[in-house]
Structure formats: structure tokens, C-alpha cells
């Protein structure tokens, strides 16, 4: 293959928009390949535990050859690889599921280093000395950020210029989890200031804590004059960004359960992991 120019392209593997993925010195024929697009994909020698509790959310992007996610370059696990689906480019776990897509948020685990050094001394084909970072180590817990078939709840993204919220309705089978009914009262926060949650929250008392709400099918949620709202199914406004709103149902935190399990992996994760589950709006101020 002829030599991939880049900022960072140098002595990596690549897969050039095809089906193939092409080490140093391998030709592919051109019906097979684009030229025009080359993906580096560097790897560690051998798989690598990261004991680092980072997370880092965002869209998968490719830039000067690479796969980054909010800028840090990815140094993958030597279990996954790469995959064109029709001309998405995607990665792939060692069981051969999707859990990234270029153009689409990854949750990931892992940590971050801004050491060239460090890194190469961990893959298997050096990085150029100049390739700019952050690196990020791909550890734990890579998937596709927003599930959009889930069993448990149903997911839609509003988008109000530069933002956008995670709007969460629950399924008939996640009332089967959730038994034992309370009523709490707290603030809908979508926004402290200039700063605005993907995934709106209860915040509830002085602490506050952080319950992430799953609304009833028959809400819908708006942005309104710049203002993040819900509706219930008469199109009446129940709770707004902000504003106290009181709400019956079932609360669950933590991971303990299959159940909580699940929402964990299956839901965004800006979420937090206290899931209450919206029986009633009782009412609003």
C-alpha cells in the first residue's frame, strides 16, 4: 500500500474504505478501496487492563486518518476491529457487534495520556513522534451512546440549536421492575446557567440529589421559547426546566439489579444511575 499522508499516519494500520485492512506493504485493488479515505486503527500488543474510572462521551470522528472522540485519539483493545458497512465506517467488538460508528456518540471507558512515548511503548506499530493527542486507552464498557431499541424505554434526541437533551419514555415492561410507590418533589433541570444537561434531571433536595426520570409513553417533551418542557398527552406543560414539579412513582438506584443493569447500559451516559420511574405528575408550580 502506497504510504498514507497524514499528520499521524505513519507505521499504523489502516483500513482504506474497504474490506480489507492493509498493513505496511500490502496493495489492495482499487475497486475495493478509496484511496481518499484512509482509517488508522492502532491497537495495544496485547490486551490492557485500565484500572482508570474516566469516561469519555461524544461523537466518533475521523480526522487526519484517525478515530477520535472529543478530540483524543483512540488506542483500541488488540480484540476489535474495524468494519465498512456500506461506506460507514464502524467498529467492532471481539464477538462481532457493533460499538462505534463514525458520526454517532460512544460511551467508553478508559483514560487519557498525552505521552506519544507512553504510547508507543504499548502498541503494536509506533505513532509518528509528532501525532498530536490527547491518546485515550479504550477500556471498559464501549458502546454506541444512544439506543434506539432498547425494551425498557424509548429514546428521542431534541436538539434546540447547539444543544441537545435526552428525552426518555419508559416501556409497559419496565412498570413489571418497579413496585414500591413514593412521591418526590424537586426541580426539572435541564440547564444551570450556560451549561445544559443532555439528559434532564430531578434534582432533589438541598444536595441535591439526581434522579433520572422516565416519563410516561404519552409525554412529550419541546424546547420553548429556549426552555426545555414536558407535556402530558393534552398538550398541557407539567413540568419545565427549572421550575419544582411533583411526581409519583418507583425508584431505583444503583447497578445492583438486572434491571438497573440494564437501564445502565442501555440508556446515554450522561444519565445518572437512580432511575425513577414517572407513575404520575401530581403537579407543578
Known sequence: MKAVIGLCALLTSVLVFGVLSCGKGEEATPSEINPEQPVCFPQFKTHMSTHAAAVVIGELVLEDCYLRINGN???WQIE???NNNEGTIEVLDGNGEVVA???EE???GGGATRSVEHVNSLIKEPLAQDCQGPFWFQGMGTRLNLNYSSDLFSLEVITFKDRKYYFIRKKPLLDEFFIQKIVVSGK?????DAY???CPSIMVGDVPLRYTPLWPADCTARVENGVFEILDASGKVVARDGEEVQIEGNLRCGISSDVSKQLFNELPGQCSTCYFNVLKI????
Request: include cysteine.
Open 101 to 103: 460508528r463514525v458520526g
Open 73 to 75: 485519539l483512540i488506542i
Open 188 to 192: 426539572l433541570v435541564a440547564c444551570y
Open 282 to 285: 401530581v403537579n407543578t408550580n
Open 196 to 198: 445544559c444537561l443532555r
Open 106 to 108: 460512544v460511551y467508553m
Open 80 to 82: 476489535y476491529s474495524l
